[in-house]
């Protein structure tokens, strides 16, 4: 009996032992298939999105985004000497830049192709020498073109390589409107061969095609909203800056030098031009530091250093019985040391037209020749032949004209014809200059006004005639009605 339980025990034994490694097997098994379904569903997931992503492609489609981190750059950082989209530097044209070569065709290019870009900027790089010939740089141009002159731009220094076409200026620009030249260059008219009259008579005695003209260095036509600022304009042949049939001009900053024995040197020149500014600027030539022409209108002058030169001009007019119309004009803030003249106007006789409204006032003037002058017989002769018709003159005032004379305190010389009228003399301090001597006593003809005091020399407060109710007014028809 023990026996046969004992028999039953082992066979439980076998029977639980045999169960379990079922278990495990059947297990392995069921968990090895499980994980190959789950393989086998990813590989097919996988090419499905495989497949469709490459069906989009080809139809267009962008993938769908990926859910991979995505990597990050640092930006590039900014090169230096990476030239701005709107600066034109000549040197990119081609243009030399050692004084000796011809770079006129780089400047031309660099114009051409700023003058198409809004805001677009000729460069003249500093630290070089451009020689350029004759040459005319014209609009219309895009707004808010710059002209930025940081180097040396040179003219042609032998006479004999200007032809007749470009004698009336070196650099001409016109046709431009919001244009603006600055920088700290220099703009360098090489004019010392020209003012030696040896040379130049030869020139024109051995060419039959040589005017007797010199070139202007640099000249605006039709323009407006113009601003020259901050260069200097040297050694011009003739004229140094000149704006002809322009309008709403500013100069500012500006030095202009040439000898004092260089002829016809003017410093700025005005022309058919009105809305001009010229102020805080030091000039010194050898002619008018600003001269002011016929057709001018609304121009102010002020805070301008003078000397050497012929003083601030109005014209001459009238010459060869022209017409001459100039207004509001204003003259003030003037520091004029060792010039010829002071504030000046001066016409021609037998002219026609009008100068009214002109003001002169807080001008110090340092042994200056003659301070104040009015001239209706002026001549640039040895003769010229007497006529009655003039350029009517009304409306001038001379207000604090202070300093030091050379020769001469104050010449008002007017037509017999047409006397000038309105012309006030308010504090008036002159004083002959201790490093000059031959003075001469004020000079007064046919001006009509008033003055007021302080008046010295004490003669010039019986200069001016009273009674202008008397005076015969000269006709409309006569001089005034041409402007």
């Known amino acids: 009996m ?26 392995s098994t069921t968990t090895s298939s499980v994980e190959a379904r789950k393989n086998n569903h990813h590989r097919n997931t996988k090419n499905r999105h495989g497949h469709q992503h490459s069906h989009n492609k080809k139809r267009g489609h962008s993938p769908a985004p990926s859910s991979s981190p995505t990597p990050t750059f640092k930006p590039t950082p900014p090169n230096p000497y990476t030239k701005k989209s709107n600066i034109f530097d000549v040197l990119s044209f081609g243009a030399k830049g050692d004084g000796i070569a011809d770079d006129s065709k780089a400047l031309q290019g660099a114009w051409k192709a700023a003058c198409k870009v809004e805001g677009g ?250 301070p104040i002058m009015i001239d209706q017989y002026y001549c640039d002769k040895q ?7 003039a350029v009517a003159i009304t409306g001038v005032t001379f207000n604090q004209i202070v300093g030091t004379y050379a020769s001469q305190p104050l010449h008002l010389a007017c037509s017999d014809g047409v006397p000038c009228r309105n012309v006030d003399l308010i504090d008036i301090q002159l004083k002959p200059s201790l490093v000059s001597g031959g003075f001469h006593q004020a000079l007064c003809w046919n001006s009509h006004g008033k003055s007021q005091a302080p008046l010295v020399p004490s003669s010039i407060d019986y200069c001016l005639r009273s009674g202008v109710g008397s005076l015969k007014r000269p006709s409309k028809s006569h001089s005034e009605q041409f402007c």
């Not at 202007?216 to 040297?234: G, M, N």
């Not at 003769?383 to 018709?389: A, D, F, I």
């Open 383 to 389: 003769k010229c032949k007497n006529q009655t018709e």
């Open 121 to 370: 900027i000729v460069e003249i790089p500093s630290e070089f020498r451009f020689l350029i010939r004759q040459i005319s740089l014209q609009g219309p141009c895009k707004p808010h073109l710059v002209l930025q002159i940081d180097g040396i731009m040179l003219a042609p220094p032998n006479i004999g390589s200007w032809s007749k076409s470009d004698l009336y200026q070196w650099i001409n620009i016109k046709w431009v409107k919001n244009f603006t030249i600055q920088g700290g260059g220099v703009v360098d008219g090489q004019g010392f061969a020209w003012w030696k009259p040896n040379e130049v008579s030869y020139i024109q005695k051995t060419s039959k095609h040589m005017p007797d003209m010199k070139p202007t260095a640099l000249r605006f036509y039709e323009s407006s909203s113009v601003t020259v600022r901050d260069i200097r304009i040297i050694n011009s042949p003739l004229c140094h800056l000149k704006f002809d049939n322009s309008s709403f001009i500013n100069v500012n900053n500006v030095t202009i030098i040439s000898p004092e024995n260089s002829p016809n040197t003017d410093g700025i020149h005005l022309q058919n031009s009105k809305n001009v500014e010229i102020q805080h600027s030091n000039i010194g030539c050898g002619d008018d530091c600003v001269s002011i022409q016929t057709g001018c209108s609304n121009v102010h002058v002020h805070h301008i250093n003078c000397g050497p030169g012929h003083g601030i001009s109005l014209g001459s007019f009238g010459k060869d019985k022209t017409i001459a119309c100039v207004k509001d004009i204003v003259i003030d803030n003037i520091l004029m040391q060792n010039t010829m003249y002071g504030a000046r106007i001066k016409s021609w006789q037998g002219g026609m037209g009008l100068v009214k409204n002109v003001t002169f006032s807080n001008i110090q003037v340092s042994n200056v020749s003659t």
């Open 2 to 27: 023990m026996k046969k339980t004992r028999n039953s025990s082992q066979s439980v034994c076998l029977l639980t032992v045999f169960l379990v490694i079922i278990f495990t097997i059947s297990f």
